[in-house]
């Protein structure tokens, strides 16, 4: 089912001189994680602010969950996209990580009972649920970034959008995150956008697309855009470091043959070929 569609769409900010956001099409399935690459202003958050509501585009349609998103029905509309954004410091109102998540929902005209229960249930979807009591300040870059995801899905989002979400984090804090958005796609069928640089994040989801400019320059497979030198250099983004280690000694014909999921099975992979030399 398509949950998204992003059909013709341009937005313009006045004092540039040319468009942020350029005839953009794509559209994205329910439980589909896209994540959206490109240097600094490419029209990333641009696109970000006009699917949240907080732009009118010029011109072009979006489409979420079957509405066109309007000035008319951007409330109800922004209900059905979460966002979770660089730094989680500046994301939390609450004293306890509970008190933090059930927050959220003050606005929703629900019972004070409800509102701890949902809370409840978003932390044990990040599994965060035993650090309900604790302050969030002491809490690590990684669990804040659950913690955060939590407060995004007691509202219950369509699409969930990490803004950059892991770009502070350290590698642990990354894997984390990671390993909360696989989970909460394979039990919620949640759909992800995530925006980032990070290419290790990128071939971890379904599809990436690159911005250029505006203009969407490559939609497909991480596994293509390996591939793509041109369009990697282009875009300032540099492969993962066992991605370009493989390429590197595939142009060498130095790779030996066989299978390997991880830097350890590589690394055993040239040993033996080395020792059988
Ligand atoms: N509020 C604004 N007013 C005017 N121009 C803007 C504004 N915000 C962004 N732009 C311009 O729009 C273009 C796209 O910027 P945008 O911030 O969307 O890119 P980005 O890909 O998110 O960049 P970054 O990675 O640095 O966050 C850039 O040329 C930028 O200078």
Redesign the pocket.
């Known amino acids: 089912m398509t949950i998204l569609q992003v059909k013709n769409l341009n937005y313009h900010?006045s004092?540039?001189t040319k468009a942020?956001i350029s005839k953009l099409n794509f559209s994205l399935n329910s439980g589909e994680w896209l994540t959206i690459l490109?240097?600094?202003?490419?029209?990333?958050?641009?696109?970000v602010h006009l699917l949240d509501g907080l732009l009118l585009a010029d011109s072009g349609q979006i489409i979420i969950d079957g509405q066109i998103l309007s000035k008319e029905n951007i409330w109800s509309i922004r209900k059905k996209i979460g966002i979770v954004f660089q730094n989680p410091d500046n994301q939390f109102v609450g004293e306890t990580v509970l008190d933090d998540v059930a927050f959220g929902m003050e606005n929703n005209a629900v019972t004070r009972k409800l509102m701890f229960q949902r809370a409840n249930d978003a932390l044990q979807k990040v599994n965060m649920a035993a650090f309900a009591d604790r302050q969030p300040a002491r809490l690590s870059g990684g669990q804040k970034q659950r913690v955060a995801i939590a407060g995004v899905l007691v509202l219950n989002p369509k699409i969930l959008i990490l803004d950059e979400a892991t770009s502070m984090l350290d590698p642990i804090g990354r894997q984390e995150v990671w390993q909360t958005i696989k989970k909460l796609r394979e039990n919620h069928q949640l759909t992800v956008i995530s925006i980032s640089h990070d290419l290790t994040e990128m071939a971890l989801s379904d599809r990436v697309i690159v911005?250029n400019d505006?203009k969407i320059t490559f939609d497909g497979k991480a596994k293509a855009l390996f591939l793509k030198d041109k369009l990697l250099n282009d875009n300032g983004l540099k492969l993962p470091f066992l991605s370009q280690l493989v390429k590197d000694l595939r142009q060498n014909k130095i790779m030996p043959s066989g299978n390997f999921k991880n830097g350890k099975e590589l690394a055993a992979l040239i040993w033996k070929s080395f020792s059988s030399m």
């Open positions: 900010y004092q540039m942020s490109g240097k600094n202003g490419s029209g990333k958050s641009t696109l911005l505006g």
